[in-house]
């Protein structure tokens, strides 16, 4: 049981090329989720989705894109990296409203 | 809009010293409140939820905290911190209602000194 995989767990972009991060769950989670962490201002939402085919903004989408095309992956899509974007990102999954939430390892990003 | 405030940004303490770190929502209906525990280089895992009923919550490694509806509150404690208990602590709240978004405070990290 893998629970909530992310990679890459590190990446370093130049300003203005794209990457994708990718998080898959096996525990057939209907929610998913991606924050991004840094420091002294906790974990801030990104994207999330309800179900596949279901994807909505959370408080700081800009500059990522995301879909969620089967239950299982979500990944997030940065077109055009910018130095802003340099965090740490989490993938989470859970089961229906009011539930905890289950964290991937996170992904480290840099960008120069 | 949801907020979570977490006013201990760093808290040191000594093994065998009590704990308890502040964490207050601004949210007037119904809401649902976790905790979470982040150790040095690791993902967040939960310490311990509130959904409904006793506002006493027991969590995993000897942690509680209670909900105090009227004071908007969600306070994390223990009664003797050990080493191994270094780490962020991270308070949530989610609506209650609709996508299982949750928000987070800024979170407070506690260092322990044997």
């Known amino acids: 049981n893998a629970g909530v995989t992310q990679t890459p767990k590190f990446q370093v972009l130049k300003t203005g090329q794209s990457m994708t991060l990718q998080c898959a769950q096996d525990?057939?989670?209907?929610?998913m989720s991606w924050y991004r962490q840094d420091p002294g201002m906790g974990l801030r939402l990104i994207h999330y989705s309800v179900g596949a085919g279901i994807t909505d903004q959370g408080e700081v989408p800009n500059g990522y894109n995301v879909s969620r095309s089967t239950t299982e992956d979500f990944p997030l899509r940065l077109l055009s990296a910018a130095p802003s974007q340099t965090s740490v990102y989490f993938c989470?999954?859970?089961?229906?409203?009011?539930?905890?939430?289950?964290f991937g390892n996170g992904t480290r990003l840099t960008v120069t | 809009a949801q907020s979570v405030s977490q006013h201990n940004h760093h808290v040191i303490l000594s093994e065998a010293a009590s704990l308890e770190l502040g964490c207050n929502y601004s949210?007037?209906?119904?809401?649902?409140l976790f905790w979470y525990v982040q150790y040095p280089g690791q993902h967040l895992q939960l310490l311990l939820k509130?959904?409904?009923?006793?506002?006493l919550v027991k969590g995993i490694k000897g942690f509680e905290a209670e909900f105090i509806k009227s004071k908007f509150s969600f306070n994390l404690r223990k009664p003797s911190v050990q080493w191994s208990d270094t780490a962020e602590y991270f308070c949530?709240?989610?609506?209650?209602?609709?996508?299982?978004?949750?928000?987070f405070g800024t979170g407070t990290r506690l260092t322990v000194i044997p």
């Open positions: 949210y007037g209906g119904t809401v649902n």
């Open positions: 525990m057939n989670h209907e929610y």
């Open positions: 509130y959904f409904s009923g006793d506002p």
């Open positions: 949530a709240v989610n609506a209650g209602t609709g996508a299982n978004n949750l928000f």
């Open positions: 989470a999954s859970s089961q229906g409203q009011g539930s905890p939430l289950h």
